[in-house]
């Protein structure tokens, strides 16, 4: 039962780290991209604060947060670091 087991559990972890590894290229190419909308959108949003209204500059300066590397993308790395966990655990459990 247990090979049983570990024989169907096989094709799931080469499914993840394909996954995994397709996830990362991702994010590792958007990274620049993603900085350079945030630098973008926050210097906007500093010249919408200072000069024409308060509201709209903190909207914008809340979404250049988003888009920077401490937002949405830091968001999708803690949830691929997940997957690779449960790709590490199904590998353990391959091998034990």
């Known amino acids: 039962m247990r090979l049983l087991l570990k024989v169907l559990a096989a094709p799931i972890v080469v499914l993840l780290t394909v996954f995994v590894w397709l996830c990362a290229l991702l ?12 630098t973008m959108v926050g210097l906007l949003g500093l010249a919408v604060l200072v000069t024409y209204s308060v509201q709209n500059g903190i909207i914008l300066l809340v979404i250049a947060f ?11 790395v803690r949830l691929l670091g997940f997957l690779q966990d449960a790709n590490y655990t199904l590998r353990d459990f391959i091998k034990a």
């Open 27 to 38: 994010l590792n190419l958007s990274a620049f991209v993603f900085g350079l909308a945030g």
């Open 66 to 76: 988003l888009v920077s590397p401490f937002g949405l993308p830091m968001l999708a």
